[in-house]
Each structure stands twice: as structure tokens, then as C-alpha cells.
């Protein structure tokens, strides 16, 4: 039987939908929630992904600005503008587009972000404040997955789930979001990577698979459980002749056989992507509420 598809774009409406709400009813008591983007360059694909991001920020009621500084900026003066960013209180929510140029630090840039503006829930602080279950912004992407599987009726509570990953923005955070002892979570979860033996034998087990490995196609069939539900991370840009760009977006599962085993899964595009963007809208609009009222609900 084909698996459920689980429709990405759809639950993003709903999300979408409920921040804007929210956002009117923070505006009418004066505060408009506010979004910074930094970009660094002119990495054609950093330039849509802030693109769409900030159409979908106005979108939702949420003040924008995207700060688009040059590829030869330095270390000292990247900082010294997110300090500046920092200190705005036009802005809630500070988000810097990676990659950076290869002379920039990663580290030090998020690392300067003052955590109650890391839209992302990247900085260090954050990090350990998710691990340890206390309240903070959840990264996009995994809290992006966490919804789909809510909202799709596919509760983690009491299941065995695998994530193929172990990166600092997918795997790791969202194991660390699953494994908590409170509702929406206390799964069983499993975290696989590029030293596992026998990949296929762990994935074999899970209910549900999370598959965020940067790798087209990693996950194929007979790597599956039949009937799990099938999470795609992957974004993945592969030749295709067939198309006028040349190229194609898959994920890290092989969606059409897979899909043939599974009792659910997320396609590439259309999946965990527009979750993404959803949840920087959400935790902005969350940031705002927590800046200005001290509270998390409006």
C-alpha cells in the first residue's frame, strides 16, 4: 500500500496562519514583532532561501529587513554589526544566512548573536538550554519536524525514532528536542551517522525515520520498516537534463520506492522545507511576545 503523503506546504499554511493572527494581536497592543536577516555575500542560493524567508515574514505581519553586506567584510566588522543588531529594538529576531565566506568563522559569528534574538536557536546558550529541557527557541528545522509529525497525527510519544544525522542544526537538536520527558516527545530515539556499522540494520527498527544526511537517495527501501513514517531533511540538487535549469531537488530517501513501504512520509520539495520557514516566523513572533510582555502566549 503507498504511504500517506505528509504535506509540508499545507501544515506551513496552518502555522503561517495562526502567527499572523498572532502578530495583529501584538500589534494592537503596540508591539510589531521584527526580523533581521544578515546575508554575507552573494551565494545565489543564501540569496532565495533570505528571499523567500523575508516575503514570508511580511507575509505573516512580522517587520523585516534583510542587511546584505559584502563577501570581504571582515571578522571584526561582521561582529560588530550583529552587536549593533543586538541592541536594535526595532528587532526581536536576528537570523545569519549560512554559509559564510570561507575567512569568516561560523562559530564566532553565531556565537555572537545575543540568545534572546536567536530566532535559529544556534548559539551555544541555546543549545545547552535544549539539551537540558529548559525554555528556549527551538532550531527551525527540527522544530519543523516535530510539528509535521504532531500535526499529522504521527505522535513520537513512547516510539523508537532513528535520525540519520548528527549535525549541529538537524540531528543533534532534535534529538535533544525528542528525547524530553514531556508531551510531544519522550520517544526513543536513536542517532546514526557516518561511523555506524550496518546502517540499514538501525533504520530496520525505527517507527519513525528522520533522514538528514546530505546525501541523494541514502535511504533506500529495503532500509525501511514497513509501514514507519518517513521524515526527509535532505536537500539535495542533482543533474537532470530533462529541465530547463539543468537540475533537480531530491531528498535523502529514494521517495518513489520508499514511498511503496512506508506508511507515511514527507516529499522533497513540499516536506520539512516550508516547516522551516514557518518556524522562524513562529519563534520571532514567540521572541517578540517574551521581549515585550514577559509572556509566551497573546
Avoid at 54 to 66: F, K, L, M, R
Avoid at 116 to 141: F, H, I, S, W, Y
Avoid at 170 to 182: N, T
Wanted: hydrophobic share 40%; glycine share 10%.
Amino acid at each position: 500500500m503507498t504511504a500517506q503523503i505528509i504535506d509540508g506546504r499545507a501544515i506551513a499554511a496552518q502555522v503561517r496562519q495562526e502567527v499572523r493572527e498572532r502578530a495583529e494581536r501584538l500589534k494592537a497592543l503596540g508591539i510589531v514583532p521584527g526580523l533581521a536577516f544578515v546575508l554575507v555575500g552573494d551565494n545565489p542560493s543564501s540569496l532565495s532561501y533570505v528571499r523567500a524567508k523575508g516575503e514570508a515574514a511580511q507575509d505573516a505581519g512580522i517587520y523585516t529587513e534583510t542587511f546584505h553586506l559584502p563577501g570581504s567584510i571582515t571578522q571584526e566588522e561582521l561582529l560588530e554589526f550583529i552587536s549593533r543588531l543586538n541592541a536594535d529594538h526595532r528587532f526581536h529576531a536576528i537570523l545569519v544566512q549560512l554559509p559564510l565566506p570561507s575567512h569568516l568563522s561560523e562559530e564566532k559569528v553565531i556565537g555572537a548573536i545575543s540568545p534572546e534574538k536567536d530566532v535559529d536557536g544556534v548559539t551555544p546558550l541555546n543549545m545547552g538550554r535544549l539539551l537540558r529541557g529548559e525554555p528556549c527557541p527551538q532550531p527551525c528545522t527540527p522544530k519543523g519536524v516535530v510539528e509535521l509529525l504532531l500535526r499529522s497525527g504521527y505522535r513520537p510519544e513512547g516510539k523508537h525514532v532513528v535520525i540519520c544525522g548528527r549535525s549541529n542544526i538537524v540531528g543533534k537538536p532534535l534529538a535533544a528536542i525528542l528525547m524530553q520527558k514531556r508531551e510531544g516527545a519522550n520517544a526513543t530515539v536513536t542517532v546514526c551517522h557516518t561511523g555506524t556499522r550496518d546502517l540499514a540494520y538501525f533504520t530496520r527498527q525505527a517507527e519513525i525515520l528522520i533522514a538528514a544526511m546530505g546525501q541523494p537517495k541514502a535511504i533506500t527501501a529495503d532500509m525501511v520498516r514497513p509501514g514507519a513514517v518517513v521524515i526527509d531533511v535532505g536537500n539535495n540538487w542533482i543533474p537532470d537534463p530533462g529541465r530547463k535549469s539543468g537540475r533537480r531537488l531530491v531528498g535523502d530517501v529514494d521517495f518513489e520506492a520508499v514511498k511503496e513501504v512506508a506508511g507515511a512520509i514527507t516529499p522533497v520539495p513540499g516536506g520539512v522545507g516550508p516547516m522551516t520557514v514557518a518556524m522562524v516566523l513562529y519563534n520571532t513572533v514567540e521572541m517578540a511576545q517574551k521581549q515585550a510582555l514577559g509572556i509566551s502566549e497573546v
